[in-house]
């Protein structure tokens, strides 16, 4: 979830046929896209790419290792832990097997930026993933090599240019929202220079709104292919195709791969900034920074911090699927400006502080009208545009009035210039 590496591969597609021959990579192939999309993307490449092809099994343990090296031992009990109190996911519920699955189905290829190569299966995982379909849809022709190569490559000149995030943020102080924001630029620019690599030239603002709207399929596709999975990991793998190409597609359009390029410099810092692109390309509506405070008492008392994160406008919309209204839901989440959620743990009982920040009062309203629907059993307090949702246990438990108190009065708030 928190890799591109692992979402790069949802437009990837059966890498059977030209690119692949008994278990090996057509080198001649893969030259042939390695030398002709640099100047269709309008970036050179500054170092090699090697390439290397891998069965079924060997891709599944490079995903156990590369969970292994994302979530260090522990972080997805935690991080389960804490969806579950807020209703992202069902209690025990657990998170590396849909994560397991969620990719599983979907693997045929990627870029990796630890070893800086270029993977392709040497047969399908599934049925060639949601891409095969999609690709098929918008090409009517059999362009699933070509496709797959440049997608996957122009991920290796990101990396050459800009680099792909490889460390992973400690869970203790996450800044995920920002993270996925990141990706999804990442996933629009590959997906758009993908399309325009098989199609021999940058696509017309026409075709970009016409791949967009074909990607809104992403989310309704994994949902019904993927039900057991949560909506939480489903909806964040989708946001960076659908969301991500409609971003990067707004920049292309304007002013070509010179404005995308300008973007992948200086990236979208928030889901919201994304999902209303003139939020980022007009007026930079940037996220309110909380410097969350007020939890020391507890700490002290022995209560430990697990996860500390930013759920921003998409984490809200997801969290609003509980209102069963998909236009209330995205009402609710609109007008966020930022937010910081802290869990902590003491004795198997869990303590969430979420402090939100909105545009408005009137947006402010909205959201505490909402929460109690959205996560059950929270207190919720506001003053203005802020909102207070707390999660504890019982309250002979713990004193959330007295936590409300003092998280009110020492959090922090402050945008950037």
């Known amino acids: 979830m928190r890799r591109a590496v692992l979402a790069a591969a949802l437009l990837a597609a059966c890498a059977r046929g030209r690119l692949v021959h008994d278990g090996r990579i057509d080198t001649d192939a893969l030259a042939e896209v390695r030398a002709d999309l640099p100047a269709i993307r309008g970036l050179t490449f500054t170092a090699p790419v090697p390439a290397r092809a891998l069965d079924a099994q060997e891709i599944a343990a490079w995903l156990a290792r590369d969970l292994d090296e994302t979530y260090p031992p522990g972080d997805l009990e935690r991080l389960a832990a804490v969806y579950a109190r807020l209703g992202f996911i069902p209690p025990g519920a657990r998170l590396r097997p849909a994560l397991e699955r969620l990719y599983e189905g979907q693997i045929a290829a990627f870029y990796d930026p630890r070893t800086k190569e270029l993977v392709v ?83 017309s603002s026409r075709t970009i709104d016409g791949i967009a709207s074909e990607l809104r399929g992403v989310g309704p596709t994994l949902a019904h292919d993927y039900p057991d999975v949560p909506a939480l990991l489903r909806d964040g793998l989708a946001f960076q195709y659908d969301a991500g190409t409609a971003f990067a597609g707004w920049a292309l359009a304007a002013g070509g791969w010179t404005a995308v390029d300008a973007a992948e410099a200086d990236p979208p810092e928030s889901s919201e900034q994304v999902l209303h692109p003139a939020r980022y390309f007009g007026t930079r509506d940037r996220p309110i920074e909380i410097t969350l405070d007020g939890t020391a008492p507890l700490e002290g008392a022995g209560w430990k911090r697990t996860v500390e994160d930013t759920l921003g406008e998409l984490g809200v919309r997801i969290l609003g699927e509980r209102l069963r209204d998909d236009a209330r839901a995205r009402r609710v989440a609109d007008g966020w400006g930022g937010d910081r959620l802290r869990a902590l743990a003491r004795d198997g009982t869990l303590v969430v502080v979420w402090m939100t920040a909105w545009d408005a009062d009137a947006d402010a309203a909205e959201f505490a009208d909402a929460a109690p629907a959205m996560i059950p059993a929270a207190r919720v307090d506001r003053r203005g545009t802020h909102v207070l949702v707390l999660l504890g246990a019982d309250p002979g438990f713990v004193d959330l009035d007295g936590l409300a108190t003092r998280v009110w009065g020492a959090t922090r708030f402050s945008r950037a210039a």
Not at 156 to 167: E, T
Not at 194 to 200: D, L, T
């Open 121 to 203: 299966g040497t047969e399908s995982l599934g049925i060639g993933g949601v891409g095969v379909r999609l690709v098929s849809l918008i090409s009517g022709r059999d362009l699933v090599g070509e496709l797959l190569v440049a997608h996957e490559l122009t991920h290796a000149l990101q990396d050459q240019h800009w680099g792909l995030p490889i460390d992973s943020e400690p869970i203790a102080d996450a800044h995920g929202d920002r993270l996925l924001a990141r990706r999804a630029l990442l996933e629009g620019d590959a997906t758009l220079a993908g399309y325009a690599y098989v199609q021999g030239g940058t696509p």
